[in-house]
């Protein structure tokens, strides 16, 4: 039975990590203050800092919907149904980015009740205009046609085309590996294993370019299977970024050093982490003022928290 606790549970991702790098003040918000904002009977920091938590922008809106849509589209060639045409994923697509549109410009009074259920973008709220700005608009007008068009001519597509020779493993949710107690999330894509070449295969899409934080991503994946499954051999696991924008994947032949190196970093972050707790059996934070601010204006221009941190200018 779910019971409302006062803190959140103390985990780990690479997500968590990178939030905390780029800005120690919304790494506060994301994962304390917002905490139990859902429930009808939060404070109201609460709720307003939860309900901020959900705007997304357009960028990431348009990557949620591509994932969405390729798990989707593996399910049903999993399932012996009717896979769509190209052109009817980019018209599905655009249905989504309308809607998505709809919700932020018409719909705010349902989003403020409702963050988790309606879209609210962050080009949108933050400018109080009903226009989004006409170069990001021509940018993911660019990126439709050729990221539904590099899907279906991907390598990890074909490999799931190819199906009878492949062990497909329940991948898109939520799993988690332990240290040291502590929960480490890890979100795969698509995860398989290729039988006749005895391997197992782990896929990451990507709608945006490629980054150097991919490999440390990939290298915690590997890490999560070895464990799970008890691979002995790392050279039995075949890590592929799918980069949809360019047409173009890697595959990355990862070393024990590469498992050691996402290791220590989960040491030294977690610590970090925990040095903003003023009751860590409890994970219970320190007062907002001890977590810093952000200096950098570009980093606040695109955070969601610009009206927490700057009252006096948010409009």
């Known amino acids: 039975m779910f019971e409302v606790q006062p803190y959140p549970e103390l985990s780990w991702s690479l997500s968590r990590h990178k939030t905390l790098l780029t800005c120690v003040r919304k790494y506060a918000y994301d994962y304390y203050v917002s905490h139990n904002g859902w429930l009808r009977d939060a404070d109201s920091l609460a709720r307003q800092t939860y309900r901020l938590k959900k705007i997304t922008n357009l960028e990431m809106y348009f990557g949620s919907i591509v994932h969405d849509l390729i798990y989707q589209i593996i399910q049903q060639v999993l399932q012996n149904k009717q896979i769509p045409t190209e052109e009817k994923v980019v018209t599905e697509i655009r249905h989504h980015l309308n809607r ?9 009074h349902l989003w403020n009740n409702r963050p988790k259920h309606y879209t609210m973008l962050h080009e949108i709220y933050y400018s ?3 226009e989004l700005p006409v ?4 940018k993911i007008t660019d990126r439709l046609n ?12 074909a490999d799931v085309l190819n ?25 795969m894509d698509l995860l398989y294993k290729d039988l006749e070449q005895n391997k197992w295969v782990i896929v990451d899409w990507k709608t945006g370019k490629s980054s150097e934080e991919d490999r440390n991503q990939l290298a915690l994946y590997a890490l999560y299977l070895q464990q799970k499954y008890k691979i002995q051999d790392l050279n039995d696991i075949i890590i592929r970024n799918e980069y949809l924008l360019e047409g173009t994947h890697v595959e990355h032949q ?19 982490m925990k040095s ?17 601010m952000q200096e950098n204006p570009n980093i606040c221009a695109r955070c969601n928290y610009q009206e927490l941190c700057f009252p006096s200018s948010a409009t």
């Open 163 to 187: 199906k009878q020779d492949m062990q497909f493993i329940e991948s898109e949710k939520f799993r988690y590996m332990k240290i040291a107690g502590v929960k480490i999330f890890v979100v």
């Open 100 to 108: 998505g549109f709809i919700e932020a410009t018409r719909k705010e």
């Open 135 to 138: 170069g990001k608009v021509q």
């Open 254 to 272: 990862l070393t024990e050093q590469d498992l050691l190196n996402v290791q220590n970093l989960y040491q030294i972050s977690m610590e970090q």
């Open 276 to 292: 903003y707790l003023e009751e860590p059996e409890k994970n219970k934070p320190k007062p907002i003022p001890q977590f810093p």
């Open 146 to 157: 050729t990221t539904v068009k590099n899907f279906f001519a991907s390598q990890s597509f």
């Open 128 to 130: 109080q205009t009903n």
